[in-house]
């Protein structure tokens, strides 16, 4: 079993800037995937960045150039680091840890943009 602690989510206007942190119970060093999610009110829930084996980065076009995904592997813990952040960014934030243990998820930080 793999437990997945998310912090940093919180208010920020418009054009500013948040970084969430997910910090696993267990190593990277069996991953899939490994990657942050979000889900805004009455929408599905959709891929953000995601880290998978070889350590290839895959990103959100809504995203890309914004948004980097980032994990410190000897803290056993994934980054993301959002800039110029948009309102249509709001939702609930999920990391995800998919690896021989089974598939984990984080319980959702908030992120609010608004002015």
């Known amino acids: 079993q793999v437990q997945l602690v998310e912090s940093g989510g919180g208010l920020v206007q418009p054009g500013g800037s948040l970084r969430l942190s997910c910090t696993a119970s267990r190593s990277f060093s069996s991953i899939n995937v490994m990657g942050w999610y979000r889900q805004a009110p009455g929408k599905e829930r959709e891929r953000v960045a995601t880290?998978?084996?070889?350590?290839?980065?895959n990103y959100a076009d809504s995203v890309k150039g914004r948004f980097t995904i980032s994990r410190d592997n000897a803290k056993n813990t994934m980054y993301l680091q959002m800039n110029s952040l948009k309102p249509e960014d709001a939702a609930l934030y999920y990391c995800?840890?998919?690896?021989?243990?089974?598939?984990?998820w984080g319980q959702g930080p908030q992120v609010t943009v608004s002015s």
């Open positions: 880290i998978i084996r070889g350590g290839i980065t």
């Open positions: 995800r840890h998919n690896s021989v243990y089974g598939d984990y």
